[in-house]
Structures are given as structure tokens and as C-alpha cells.
């Protein structure tokens, strides 16, 4: 079992990933590099002098021996998490709408027993962990960031803590074993994931169930998903990469689903070795990604994302050259690597447009002068087009933006950059 140097929270630095993080094999292949990019949540406030912001490469690898695509290089989680780190899962709807779904679905499937604990990793603002309140059992967040403030004020119970040896050791003496844990969105984020499982084995009775959410690579893949691969993502998960680090640890999928957060993620749970049997859904699932990791399927999302790129510019440049306004709407994580790679900058989007209570609103864009502004200002002061930086869910954001009243043209960026009237 491969453990990497470990980089000490608050240290400033970052260490270069050069060994696959579940195998630790030295082959890693580079399948693209998106160039220096910030932090994604490092937003000065709009006003601000110019001072050092720093970059760090972001290059993509794959391991063919685990299946796993990572990051090459772990930077400081104090600096990508700091307290003030400003997402909350709350506000987002696709993924309040998951969570409920994955609380029924839990119920169906492997219902826990009255009083049992149910654990959420990274609980954020506690969404996820609301669906399980009433329903007999207890619950516990364990959240390093100053969302864990909102779910105390939620009467949600939360560690404010990383996820480390301390906070299981606390946990296990304070509540006890926890029934299931999950971890949603941030299973791929923390650093040495082998020391993640120990916790979590830890942490699990005999009949424990793990449950985790992450990007999806095959999703990635299919839709160039570029913008979603930044320092906060440490791995891109493939189900196959996931049976490789569970059976380390004495797990094995159980059961395993494509969902649709974040333009395409994979639920897993988990379970002891030999505990329960597997459902179908996890051979099935296996079998249909196998045929797309080929290297030629990575040399066609390189090239592609290239084009991609270059389509984007070049629909702008007519744009402006027109001398037509353009606000980018919505500024998820992603967006910062899509701005900083392609090289848009407050010349070319005027502002980037958030709903009211966003935590983002009256900063920059990472890298950039580029202003995080009131939605509002899309029906007050409409653009020529909207730039949809939660391209993946255009289907729903559209007809809402309509319906409140814009009528000018979006701008959809990935995979295919397009002008939808």
C-alpha cells in the first residue's frame, strides 16, 4: 500500500504527485496540461490592490496499473480549504435534490437501525446529513471550513475538523462507530487517500457501509469536462480505480451508479470483503467503461480540448469585435479553470454574475479583474450574451433566466462551443 510524503496542513508548499496515489506505481502518463492556474476559491475582494496571487501546474495522469487519472502535483489544503472558503453545498439545487435521493435510496437498500450513526466526510453546510434528521438515527459532520458553522446553526452536529487520525479518535470515543459514512465531493479531494481509508475502516462496524460521490472520469472524458480539473481534485475516479483502493483495505462495491452532479459523477458503496453481495449494477458498470480508457480515447479528448478551446476564442473574438457585452453567469470552481486556461480576462467578460446571498459576490475571479456580480444585473443591465459556466445543467438554467425576464443569446462553452438564440 503506497504512502506518499505527506504535506503538512499550513505549510505553505506543495509536493509533487510522482507516484499514482492509489498503487504507487512510478508509470504515469501525462494526458493533458492545462498550464499555472490559482487556487479557484482564492477571490480577492473587488477594490483590492494587485499582490501575489501564486499558480501551480495542473497536469493530468494516468496510471494504466490502478485506473486512476490524478493531479501531479498536492498543493497546500490550507490554502486551496481555508475557513473562509466560500462554497456551500446548500444553495446549489441538482445537488440538495441528490442528496435527498441518496438518503432514499440508502433507506431502500441498506437501511440503517434506530440509533445508528450515519457520518458525513466533508459535511460542509450539512445538506446532506438534513435528510437523514427525523428518521431514527443520529448524524455527525466532520467540516474544516466556516460551513461547518452554518450546519451547528442547522442544530446538525459537526466536527469542525479535517478528516484526519485525530478526528476519528475523537469521534470513536464521543459517538462510536459510525453505521455508514459518506463522503460527497471530497473523497477525491484529500490528499493521501490511503490514510482517508484507514479512518474510514476505523471508523466502520462489521456491518459499516462507505458511501462516496466524486467526478466520474468517464464523464469527464465524454463532455471534455477540462474546467473540472483543479488543485482541490486531487483524483478522477474510474469504478475500476475504486475496486483497487477498496480492496487495499479490506472493502469491496457493492453497488455502484452514474449520477449527474457536477456534469457527471459515480456513487460507490462499500462494504467488508465478503459482508454483502454485489449487485449487479457494479459488474455492469465495469464492463461498459473498460472499452473507453485506451490511449487512443486519450489522445481524442487532448486534441479535443484544443479545439474546444480555440472555438471558444474564436466565437468571443467576434463577439467583441462587434463591440457586444458578455457576462459570464454563474462562477462555480470550475469556472476559474476554464477562465485562466482559455485567457479570458475583463476585457472580454465584463462580469461574472451569481445568485443573490453567493458567498462570491464582490470578488475576482480567481487570476483575474474579472468581478463577481449580482445576478441582478442580468435583467437590469442585460448582456448581448450569457456565458453559461454551469454549462453542464444549461438545460435548466435557460428556461429560468427566461422566464426572469433575459432575452438576449447564451453562450454554452463545452463541449461544443455554441450560440444557443
Given at each position: ?9 499550513g ?18 502518463q501525462?494526458?493533458?496540461?492545462l498550464?499555472y ?8 475582494l473587488i ?37 473562509s ?7 446549489t ?5 441528490n442528496?435527498?435521493?441518496l438518503a ?9 437501525n434506530?440509533?445508528d450513526l450515519v457520518l ?5 453546510d450539512g445538506?446532506?446529513l438534513?435528510n437523514?434528521?427525523?428518521k431514527?438515527v443520529r448524524v ?5 471550513t ?22 476519528v479518535?475523537?469521534?470513536?470515543r464521543e ?13 477525491a ?17 462489521e ?6 460521490e466524486?467526478?466520474?472520469f ?16 486531487l ?9 483497487v ?11 455502484a ?6 456534469g457527471?459523477?459515480?456513487?460507490v458503496?462499500?462494504s ?47 463577439i ?10 454563474g462562477a ?5 479553470t476554464l ?27 480567481p ?5 463577481v ?5 442580468l435583467?437590469?443591465q ?16 435557460i ?8 432575452q ?8 461544443e462551443?455554441?450560440?444557443?438564440e
Open positions: 500500500m503506497y504512502k506518499p510524503e505527506k504535506l503538512a496542513a505549510s505553505g508548499g506543495s509536493v509533487v504527485a510522482d507516484r499514482c496515489q492509489i498503487s504507487g506505481s512510478p508509470d504515469l501525462s494526458l493533458l496540461f498550464g492556474l490559482p487556487p479557484v476559491n482564492t477571490m480577492p477594490g483590492s490592490a494587485l499582490g501575489e496571487q501564486p499558480s501551480y501546474p495542473a497536469e493530468l495522469l494516468w496510471c494504466p496499473h490502478s485506473q486512476l487519472a490524478q493531479l501531479g502535483l498536492v498543493v497546500d489544503p490550507a490554502i486551496l480549504f481555508p475557513p472558503y466560500p462554497y456551500t453545498s446548500g444553495t439545487r441538482i445537488l440538495r435534490e442528496f435527498a435521493e432514499d435510496e440508502v433507506f431502500k437498500l441498506y437501511p440503517p434506530a440509533g458525513d466526510i466533508g459535511s460542509n445538506t446532506l438534513s437523514f434528521l427525523g431514527g455527525l459532520g466532520i467540516e474544516p466556516d460551513a461547518g458553522k452554518l450546519a451547528l446553526k442547522r442544530e446538525i452536529p459537526t466536527l469542525c475538523s479535517f478528516f484526519n487520525a485525530t478526528a479518535d475523537r469521534t470513536l459517538s462510536g462507530p459510525a453505521k455508514i459514512v459518506t463522503a460527497a465531493n471530497v473523497f479531494h484529500i490528499e493521501d487517500v490511503n490514510s482517508v481509508m484507514e479512518g474510514i475502516v476505523r471508523l466502520l462496524p456491518d459499516g457501509l462507505f458511501i462516496s466524486s467526478h466520474y468517464i464523464s469527464l472524458l465524454e463532455t471534455l469536462q477540462y474546467d473540472t480539473i483543479y488543485h482541490e481534485h483524483r478522477y475516479y474510474t469504478l475500476a480505480a475504486l475496486a483502493l477498496f480492496r487495499q483495505h479490506g472493502l469491496e462495491i457493492v453497488h451508479k452514474r449520477i449527474p452532479t457536477h457527471g459523477s459515480i456513487r458503496y462499500a467488508r470483503a465478503g459482508y454483502r453481495p454485489a449487485l449487479p449494477s457494479v459488474s455492469a458498470l465495469l464492463e461498459t467503461e473498460r472499452p473507453r480508457l485506451t490511449p487512443q480515447a486519450f489522445a481524442d479528448f487532448k486534441r479535443d480540448v484544443v479545439r474546444s478551446k480555440l472555438g471558444l476564442l474564436s466565437l468571443l473574438d467576434g467583441k469585435r462587434r463591440g457586444e457585452t458578455v457576462y459570464g453567469i462555480p470552481s470550475r469556472a476559474s477562465i485562466n486556461y482559455v485567457g479570458l480576462d475583463d476585457g472580454i467578460i465584463d462580469a461574472v454574475l451569481e445568485i443573490a446571498g453567493s458567498y462570491k459576490i464582490g470578488k475576482y475571479i487570476g483575474t479583474r474579472i468581478p456580480l449580482d445576478e441582478d444585473l435583467f437590469t442585460p448582456p448581448d450574451y450569457a456565458l453559461l459556466f454551469s454549462w453542464h445543467i444549461a438545460d435548466e438554467l428556461p429560468k433566466l427566461r422566464a426572469k425576464g433575459y438576449g443569446r447564451f453562450l454554452i462553452p463545452l463541449p462551443p455554441r450560440v444557443v
